[in-house]
């Protein structure tokens, strides 16, 4: 679970328990515009927010895991402008996935990335493509070392994408 806050100039983003929105309209006076608890049944944890541009309508998509399929997989929720769920999806199949880095495309499709985690594997970096309503497109690891994890991806001014993360070595 967990806290999340969005400043007008910049992201600010909390984690801490249980998944919470506060979207603030100004730095100075920090006005919350609104405030939102979602809970889909299980654990939550969300690590960063992306703001959708208008050509999926505008909003929020936030990203992380979810134990609701009583393994950890790997979630994307999107809200609009005043906070109210227009989708959640989980992604996964091994024993636990995660993503803590989502971008839009100019096409208005999201790839995230994070990693995928198996006992007998160790972690991969994990990446998605999903369509405009989270429906997935596909979904690739990444295996660079014996630990890989994808932690933010962002977009190029060629349009390609690039992703930071760590490895460790074997």
């Given amino acids: 679970t967990f806290k999340l806050c969005i400043m007008n100039i910049k992201k600010i983003i909390y984690c801490l328990f249980s998944l919470f929105l506060f979207i603030f309209s100004n730095v100075k006076g920090q006005d919350t515009t609104f405030q939102k608890k979602f809970s889909f049944g299980g654990n939550e944890l969300s690590h960063s927010v992306h703001i959708v541009n208008d050509i999926n309508g505008g909003g929020y998509l936030a990203c992380g895991n979810t134990d609701i399929t009583g393994a950890y997989d790997a979630h994307l929720t999107r809200i609009d402008t005043a906070g109210n769920l227009i989708w959640s999806k989980q992604y996964g199949s091994a024993e636990y996935e995660d993503l803590f880095s989502v971008v839009q495309t100019p ?22 493509n999903t369509d405009p309503a989270g429906n997935l497109i596909w979904s690739k690891t990444f295996d660079v070392g014996p630990n890989d994890y994808g932690y933010a991806i962002a977009k190029t001014m060629d349009d390609q994408y690039v992703i930071v993360g760590s490895t460790s070595a074997g």
């Fill in 107 to 128: 096409g208005g499709n999201y790839i995230g990335v994070g990693y995928a985690y198996s006992s007998a594997l160790g972690a991969d970096v994990y990446v998605i």
